[in-house]
């Protein structure tokens, strides 16, 4: 393992091929997305690409779970700091640019939950691949805020406008089954098998026509590249909503394990 990917803390990083680079998300608390693993989940990818060893690169969460999502802590640091509000949104957008703009082909192997931050990377990459079981959110209107992140950028283009509006307004689940019969994953497996198949695409893609791939990966990316007036101005909204009256309700709920009370009145 070279130094560049030595340095990181809650991404461990291995090489299961010599070609293909294993980054494991890791806290011990169902992987939620801190301050520290929103700052590396940026990083990883501009190191990856730059790295001329790494032909693809396969993303996964430590144990039983891909990501619960983002971190209550830095949750309230964003609503009750504008200098955090600030910087988390350029965190936010660094990484969905960075993982669109990786030359290298991304898969995500994901079992157990897949939410929010942590969703990100899962959904962004090239192939998806997910548990059956494997439970898929995005919170963000549960929480109180816009859907930003990665949410408008691509799930239109995965499944559809009215699937998507569905999901993204509800917050409802739906488990990887679902998810790939509306388009949403690449592909679903057993949970015995996912390691393995994932693995499998990765070497795949590594030991095949690396000039080839990458050029596919990056005049497909267009269509994101496309639409990203339309992220940034999701993203804007998320963050805007940080500072107002519902996203404090939102994290009160979840904290006290009950349903949102949300104001009624909220000036549009």
């Not at 990484?95 to 079992?111: E, G, H, T, W």
């Amino acid at each position: 393992m070279t130094d560049r990917f030595a340095r990181y803390t809650r991404l461990v990083c291995d090489r299961p091929h010599p070609n293909v680079l294993r980054v494991t998300m890791t806290n011990g608390r169902m992987n939620t997305v801190d301050s520290i693993m929103a700052r590396e989940l940026i990083d990883i990818w501009r190191d990856a690409d730059q790295d001329p060893s790494v032909h693809t690169v396969l993303v996964t969460g430590a144990g039983k779970v891909f990501s619960a999502g983002g971190d209550f802590d830095a949750v309230e640091e964003v609503m009750n700091s504008f200098d955090a509000r600030a910087r988390s949104w350029k965190e936010a957008r660094d990484l969905v640019y960075n993982v669109i703009n990786c030359s290298k082909p991304v898969i995500s192997s994901m079992r157990g939950v897949a939410v929010g931050a942590g969703m990100v990377v899962g959904m962004l990459a090239d192939v998806s691949i997910a548990t059956r079981d494997c439970k898929l959110i995005d919170g963000h209107t549960r929480l109180g805020v816009a859907a930003g992140d990665h949410a408008a950028i691509i799930w239109p283009l995965l499944c559809g406008m009215a699937k998507a509006k569905y999901y993204l307004l509800t917050c409802d689940s739906l488990n990887g089954e679902e998810a790939e019969r509306i388009g949403l994953l690449s592909m679903v497996t057993d949970d015995a098998d996912l390691d393995a198949k994932a693995l499998d695409v990765a070497v795949r893609l590594a030991t095949g026509a690396q000039s080839a791939i990458r050029w596919t990966k990056y005049a497909l990316n267009n269509w994101l590249r496309q639409a990203g007036p339309i992220f940034d101005a999701s993203l804007a909204l998320e963050y805007m909503g940080f500072n107002g009256p519902e996203v404090a309700e939102g994290v009160a709920s979840f904290k006290e394990k009950r349903a949102p009370n949300f104001p009624g009145n909220v000036p549009l």
